[in-house]
């Protein structure tokens, strides 16, 4: 019987291919609109978040601003710094802009970046040729220094820079490396930049303070307590004067902004829903004005000693069909439009199956929900009063 029932269901959609199509049309749009909003907005950020991540989730960045009798922090604090337990390394930066020389072709307005010997330590593949700056480097104040992809290609163009004396503010430093050239909003001036020991920018740049840190953990899983001895540490320093220093955890940011994106998923697939559920208001209509036309069919089968329950599968049957064949279509246009809205914005394609889980499984569920009415008005239908409309 439930075969029967099964090919009756499909029988009669296929006889009304255009109010069929309509119905469907909701649940399409409603399905399609999950799909396409949910896995564009993941893939992109995805992508955010990939960028976020290479700024170091193992990372906690300090920023100075210092009081008016000291305006950052010095080597001391450093060391203070490095010190502290589950703490894999300290890299202060120094940073301003100047010229550079090389053969009397000049570059302004170039990017000093002062590092250490730990920050090409945590980023290895930094260096694209070279190699990276050394403890002997940071100690002894060599004049070395390693520059971006741009300024290799403007400067040193068809030749090898290594080992080539570069003037930095009238100064000769000797290039021991080039920079790997990045197309990430992190790290593009890294591709306009010139780094070179902070123990020699801090001459080039006349200052004597360092205003920026970053403190790499050596287990992340303590980084409240990481950064609540950091925060000692430079109370301590700066005589506990108020809005002397900012501590930046990059692992909780990540961590927040993974909440964010998780809240604006649900909150947009929320909204999408809302299309599903006028897509099921359509196809309880359809399936209540197909109750009325039907009145004879369904007399005659009640006549012929069919039970209510069949009758009830039947038409709960069709609204079944109508919810599973607009989900399934609305699956493949809405991960057509992902793929192409992704595509066109540089997003990662990634469509979840958790994503095609929740639309499909939706769309199902709202077949059944607002084909339960219908149904049951045509199980309860009397079959006398129904035949005399013959």
């Known amino acids: 019987m439930f075969k029967e029932n099964l090919k009756m269901s499909w029988m009669n959609l296929i006889h009304n291919k255009m109010r069929s199509f309509l119905t469907m049309l909701g ?5 399609a609109s999950i799909i396409a909003l949910i896995t564009i907005v993941k893939g992109a950020m995805n992508g955010m978040t990939s960028e976020f991540s290479s700024f170091g989730a193992d990372k906690i960045s300090v920023q100075s601003m210092g009081t008016p009798l000291k305006q950052g922090l010095i080597d001391s604090d450093i060391q203070k710094l490095a010190e502290i337990e589950d703490v894999a390394g300290v890299s202060p930066t120094l940073s301003g802009n100047t010229t550079v020389v090389y053969n009397g072709n000049e570059k302004t307005d170039v990017s000093v970046q002062g590092k250490n010997n730990v920050y090409f330590s945590k980023n290895k593949d930094l260096v694209e040729t070279g190699r990276g700056l050394t403890v ?8 070395v220094c390693l520059i971006g992809a741009n300024i290799a290609n403007e400067l040193f163009w068809g030749e090898d820079p290594i080992g080539k004396k570069l003037l930095i503010s ?5 290039v021991v490396g080039t920079l790997q050239k990045s197309n990430s909003f992190s790290d593009s001036s890294i591709n306009e930049a010139v780094i070179i020991p902070y123990t020699t920018s801090m001459n080039i740049l006349g200052t004597g303070y360092i205003s920026s840190v970053d403190v790499y953990m050596g287990d992340s899983t303590n980084s409240e307590k990481i950064t609540a001895d950091i925060e000692a540490v430079l109370k301590q320093a700066f005589n506990y004067k108020d809005n002397s220093f900012t501590v930046m ?3 909780d940011m990540l961590a927040s902004f993974n909440k964010m994106t998780t809240m604006l998923s649900l909150m947009l697939g929320g ?5 599903l559920v006028v897509g099921g208001i359509g196809i309880m209509n359809m399936m209540l004005v197909s109750v009325t036309e039907r009145t004879t069919e369904i007399g005659l089968r009640k006549a012929l000693g069919a039970e209510p329950k069949r009758i009830q599968q039947q038409f ?3 609204a079944v069909f109508l919810s599973l064949f607009g989900g399934a279509i609305g699956f493949l246009l809405g991960a057509l439009i992902a793929w192409g809205v992704c595509a066109l914005i540089g997003a990662n394609f990634a469509l979840s199956t958790a994503t095609v889980l929740l639309a499909l499984g939706f769309s199902a569920a709202i077949g059944i929900i607002f084909g339960i009415a219908p149904a049951r008005k045509a ?11 013959v």
């Open 316 to 318: 709960l049957l069709e």
């Open 136 to 143: 002997l480097d940071i100690e002894s104040k060599n004049n």
């Open 27 to 31: 649940i399409v749009i409603g399905v």
């Open 170 to 174: 009238g100064v000769t430093y000797t």
């Open 379 to 389: 199980s309860r239908l009397n079959p006398i009063d129904a035949l005399r409309s």
């Open 249 to 251: 955890n990059m692992q």
């Open 271 to 275: 909204i999408a829903s809302i299309s």
